[in-house]
């Protein structure tokens, strides 16, 4: 007896175009599975990031990759000079800047955005239900007329 069926069943069989798209199929499940959890997310994240890097502007907070957190002095087209005190500049490689901070005006933004749209989503949710509560009443009423 084999400790490996599986092995041993597939060696019994006649191999043929069956046997191979059956062999085929966890492989392209696993591919599908990577793209969707490992590569689709990465490349969101890369374009997000270049999006981010071409949008600096003077004035801008940024944290660099090192932790140095800084005010962008001014944009150059590959690099970037961040006012770190008083009389201090320091000149980083666009590819350095980690994060830009937002300030309190596109917080407040982004908040009232969340909340509209966390609004709208409970409206929306809020909608469908009464229909959904309404429409048992019409049946019942209906079926009293019929009586």
């Known amino acids: 007896m084999s400790f490996i069926p599986f092995l041993t069943a597939g060696a019994e069989q006649a191999a043929g175009p069956a046997s191979m798209a059956t062999g085929f199929i966890p492989l392209l499940l696993i591919i599908v599975i ?3 959890f490992l590569i689709r997310p990465q490349n969101k994240k890369q374009k997000e990031t270049q999006r981010m890097l ?3 502007k003077k004035g801008d907070k940024v944290i660099t990759i090192g932790g ?3 005010v962008v002095s001014s944009v150059k087209e590959n690099t970037v000079i961040v006012k770190v005190d008083d009389d201090c500049k320091i000149e980083f490689n666009r590819t350095a800047i980690s994060t830009v901070e937002l300030t309190d005006a596109e917080k407040a ?3 009232e ?3 509209a749209k966390k609004q709208k ?3 929306f949710g ?3 239900k009464s229909d959904e509560a309404a429409e048992p ?3 019942t009423a209906a079926a009293e007329e019929t009586k």
């Open 34 to 36: 990577f793209y969707f």
């Open 54 to 56: 071409s949008a600096l």
């Open 68 to 70: 140095i957190h800084g």
């Open 109 to 111: 933004k982004l908040a």
């Open 113 to 115: 955005e969340a909340a």
């Open 121 to 123: 989503k409970f409206a």
């Open 126 to 128: 809020k909608a469908k």
């Open 137 to 139: 009443v019409k049946e």
